[in-house]
């Protein structure tokens, strides 16, 4: 498996995202909180992250955590066994964590998510 993210493992349209936050199940770690929705049919695995404005005004600090999320999962995809999964993530933290940080407890949740 390639480790890149085209754009059709993103998850967007609002049928697909209101199926995953109303069918999903919620996980979270210390800065982030995760619904997945396993088996669409879609034959891949599709992810959305998302930064609240709550936690950070200014949109060059949203856009780093977003950056930091997807690069974390796309240099980590390959832990999740099948595909067809459905993934939000949202950072939920005050802080603005280190990419190593990120790294880690993307991991932990990836490997929740494959199990």
């Avoid at 891949?44 to 780093?64: D, E, G, H, Q, T």
């Avoid at 974390?72 to 802080?95: C, M, T, W």
């Amino acid at each position: 498996m390639q480790a890149t993210l085209p754009k059709e493992e993103r998850l967007s349209g609002k049928t697909a995202i209101a199926a995953l936050t109303g069918k999903g199940k919620w996980d979270h770690t210390p800065h982030l909180r995760c619904c997945c929705l396993n088996g669409t049919g879609s034959g891949l695995n599709r992810i959305m992250v998302s930064v609240p404005k709550r936690y950070f005004k200014r949109a060059v600090k949203r856009n780093l955590l977003k950056r930091r999320l997807r690069e974390a999962y796309r240099l980590q995809k390959e832990l999740l066994p099948e595909p067809g999964h459905d993934i939000l993530f949202v950072y939920n933290s005050a802080e603005i964590a280190d990419f190593s940080v990120i790294f880690g407890e993307v991991a932990e949740l990836l490997q929740r998510i494959g199990k």
